[in-house]
């Protein structure tokens, strides 16, 4: 079997099935499947947005993965492209994504905005205006 290689996003989330169903209603990612483990929750579930695949993983001691904690800090976060930031900022408000800042044009040749989802995830949505 080749191996097509690329980078897979992990997002670890407290609530698999709330995660799965927020990205798809709220950004517009594409659906895929969500695995339950012996115990009958969720422990693995993908959504899919241009051609990138997105791993949520639950959290687990056994694997030593925490989802964000609460605070404002992050060490790391998710910059999508999409055709049109402000249709999608509005997609994204109103089906319940909150926004911390607003579309604006950046000085390096985009306009973007951040949103956060339930799980703390900051990501952050631009549209290349150069």
């Given at each position: 079997?080749?191996?097509?290689?690329?980078v897979?996003?992990?997002l670890?989330?407290?609530?698999?099935?709330?995660a799965?169903?927020f990205?798809?209603?709220?950004?517009g990612?594409?659906?895929?499947?969500?695995e339950n483990?012996?115990?009958g929750r969720p422990?693995h579930?993908?959504?899919?947005f241009g051609?990138?695949?997105i791993?949520l993983?639950r959290v687990t001691?056994?694997?030593?993965?925490a989802a964000p904690?609460d605070?404002?800090m992050?060490s790391a976060g998710l910059?999508v492209?999409?055709?049109?930031?402000d249709?999608?900022?509005a997609?994204?408000?109103?089906a319940g994504?909150?926004?911390?800042?607003?579309?604006?044009d950046?000085?390096?040749?985009?306009?973007?905005?951040?949103?956060?989802?339930?799980?703390g995830h900051r990501?952050?949505?631009?549209?290349p205006?150069?």
């Amino acid at each position: 079997m080749a191996i097509h290689e690329r980078v897979i996003p992990l997002l670890v989330c407290k609530n698999i099935q709330t995660a799965h169903d927020f990205l798809v209603e709220a950004f517009g990612f594409e659906p895929g499947g969500v695995e339950n483990g012996p115990d009958g929750r969720p422990v693995h579930g993908e959504v899919f947005f241009g051609g990138t695949e997105i791993w949520l993983h639950r959290v687990t001691a056994e694997h030593d993965v925490a989802a964000p904690p609460d605070t404002d800090m992050v060490s790391a976060g998710l910059v999508v492209h999409v055709a049109d930031v402000d249709a999608h900022c509005a997609r994204a408000r109103e089906a319940g994504a909150h926004i911390e800042s607003e579309p604006t044009d950046q000085p390096y040749g985009q306009r973007e905005y951040e949103a956060r989802d339930p799980e703390g995830h900051r990501w952050w949505f631009a549209t290349p205006t150069g």
